[in-house]
C-alpha cells in the first residue's frame, strides 16, 4: 500500500549531478532543508480507497508517532475501515436529517421523533461536529444534562424518557458508523450506561373508586369508564371506539382504531404499534354502552387515515363531544377530542367532583388498563390472553407489569401434592381449596 514520512527539515543531499551523496560507510548524507525549524516536521502522506493523496502533519520529534499513523490509515484501507477527517466534521443536526429519510413513514412516529430532537437531544447535541458527538465523554455529558433538575441547568428528565432519547441518538451514530462517519457508537461502549426507567409496582384502583370517577364525570363523558375498564382500551382507542365494533353474536368487540394527532389534524390510526385485537366483551359493559346510546347518538365522523392527507375514513363514533375545531379537506371539524385537552378540562376535574385526590402517573386514563388487567389476573384469565387484550407485542412484558397482581397458587399446589401423600390430619382451612 503505497503511503510514506516525509521529513520536511532534512533531505538527502545531491552533488551537482543530481545525484545522492553517500558517507564513506555508505549512509546517506543529508542536509537541512529551507523549511528547517518551521511548522510541523513530518508529513504523512498516504493514499484513500478512491486513491486520492491525503496527508497528515506530526511535531518534531513524532516519527514514531506518525509512522503508527501511516501503518493505521493503510490497515483501514485494506480492512475498508477507512474514515476521513472531513466525514466527522458534519454537524450532528446535518447528518440526523439524512438519517430521518429512512425512517418510519409514519406521520404519528416523524411527529415523535421531531420533538426529541427538538427538545432533548439537538439543544445540546445538534451543533456539535461528529467526531464530536461521538466521544463517550460528550454522551455522559448530554446523558448528565438530561438527568440533572431545570434549577442546575438540565432537563430534569425521567428515566423512561432518557431511555428513549438515549435510543435515538444510539440510532443515529450507529447509522453514522455504518456510513463510515465516525469510527465507534460511543452509544454501545461499556463505559456508558442506557438509562434504565424504574419499573413502579403497578396499584390497580379498588371498585370504589372507579364508581366514584364515574358518577364524578359529565353525563356524556361516563361511557368512558367501562370501555377503559372493561375493555382496557387506551385513551385515544376510547374517542376511536365505534358502537360498528362489537361482535353482539359473538360478545367480542374489535379494537381496531385510535384518533391521534399529528400537529394540529386529527387523523384515524390503528392501535398502538399497528396491532389490532379482538376483546371479549361483558354483557354489564354492553349494556353500558346501550344505554349510553339512548341517550347520546353516535357521531359519524370523517378524517384521513394515519397521516394528514391520506384516503378519508368515515366512522360512526361513540364519543365526540368538544368544542375543539380543526379543519380537514377545508372542513372545520368541530367533534374531535383532543386527549391532553380531555384529561386537564375533564378528567382530573371529575377527580375533585368526586372528593379523591389526583395523582401524576397514577390516576390518568391509563389506570383503568391497569384495572381491567388486574380484575382480568384475579379471575384466573392468563397473562397470554390478557396480553392481547390489551395488545401488548409480547405476555413478558405483561408480566413484568402484572407480575406482583397474579393469584398465588400455594393453595391449588398444596391441595394437588396432598392428593398424593395424604397428610394425617384433616386439611385446614389454609390448605383446602374451595370448588
Known amino acids: 500500500m503505497k503511503g510514506h514520512v516525509q521529513d520536511r527539515w532534512w533531505r538527502q543531499k545531491k552533488d551537482e549531478n543530481d545525484k545522492p551523496v553517500f558517507n564513506a560507510k555508505g549512509h546517506p548524507v543529508r542536509e537541512k532543508t529551507e523549511l528547517f525549524g518551521k511548522g510541523d516536521r513530518y508529513k504523512v502522506r498516504y493514499y ?18 506518525a509512522k503508527t499513523f501511516l501503518t493505521k490509515m493503510q490497515h483501514d484501507v485494506l480492512a475498508g475501515e ?16 439524512q438519517w430521518r429519510k429512512g425512517q418510519s413513514a409514519d406521520a404519528g412516529t ?8 427538538k427538545t432533548g437531544i439537538f439543544p445540546f447535541l445538534g451543533d456539535k461536529p461528529l467526531k464530536v458527538a461521538a466521544k463517550t465523554d460528550t454522551i455522559r455529558d448530554w446523558l448528565d444534562w438530561l438527568e440533572r433538575p431545570k434549577s442546575e441547568g438540565g432537563r430534569g428528565l425521567m428515566a423512561s424518557t432518557r431511555a428513549v432519547l438515549f435510543d435515538t441518538v444510539s440510532a443515529i451514530l450507529q447509522a ?24 413502579r409496582k403497578v396499584i390497580p384502583w379498588p371498585d370504589s373508586r372507579v364508581r366514584a370517577v364515574r358518577l364524578a364525570l359529565p353525563a356524556e363523558y361516563t361511557v368512558t369508564v ?8 387506551r385513551q385515544m382507542e376510547i374517542f376511536g371506539f365505534s358502537p360498528d365494533d362489537v361482535d353482539r353474536d359473538e360478545m367480542i368487540v374489535n379494537v381496531q382504531r385510535q384518533i391521534r394527532w399529528i400537529g394540529t389534524q ?21 349494556d353500558d354502552i346501550d344505554d349510553y346510546m339512548a341517550t347520546f347518538e353516535p357521531v359519524t365522523l ?30 372545520p371539524i368541530r367533534n374531535v377530542i383532543k386527549g391532553a385537552n380531555f384529561t386537564y378540562h375533564v378528567w382530573r376535574p371529575a377527580f375533585a367532583g368526586a ?17 381491567f388487567a388486574s380484575t382480568m389476573l384475579a379471575n384466573g384469565v392468563s397473562i397470554k390472553e390478557v396480553a392481547e387484550y390489551l395488545g401488548h407485542h409480547d405476555p413478558g412484558y405483561t408480566l413484568r407489569i402484572y407480575t406482583h397482581l397474579v393469584p398465588s397458587s400455594h393453595k391449588r399446589a398444596r391441595a394437588a401434592t396432598n392428593r398424593v401423600f395424604k397428610p394425617r390430619q384433616p386439611q385446614t382451612a389454609q390448605d383446602s381449596v374451595t370448588a
Request: charged share 30%.
Open 302 to 331: 370523517t378524517l384521513p387515515w394515519l397521516e394528514p392527507g391520506g384516503r378519508p375514513e368515515t366512522v360512526r363514533v361513540l364519543i365526540a363531544r368538544t368544542t375543539k375545531r380543526s379543519v380537514y379537506a377545508g372542513q
Open 110 to 117: 416523524r411527529q415523535t421523533v421531531s420533538n426529541h430532537l
Open 82 to 97: 477507512y474514515i476521513s477527517a472531513e466525514s466527522g466534521e458534519e454537524k450532528f443536526r446535518d447528518f440526523t436529517a
Open 48 to 65: 484513500d480507497p478512491e486513491g486520492n493523496e491525503r496527508s497528515k502533519s506530526f511535531p518534531d520529534k513524532q516519527l514514531t508517532k
Open 176 to 199: 453514522a458508523y455504518d456510513d463510515k462517519k465516525i469510527r465507534a457508537n460511543p452509544c454501545r461502549a461499556k463505559s456508558v450506561k442506557r438509562p434504565k426507567p424504574v419499573q
Open 266 to 286: 386529527p387523523v384515524f390510526s390503528p392501535p398502538k404499534g399497528g396491532k389490532t385485537r379482538v376483546v371479549p366483551l361483558g354483557q354489564g359493559v354492553l
Open 355 to 371: 372528593g379523591l385526590d389526583y395523582v401524576e402517573r397514577r390516576d390518568g386514563m391509563h389506570a383503568m388498563r391497569h384495572f
Open 226 to 233: 367501562p370501555l377503559g375498564a372493561g375493555l382496557g382500551l
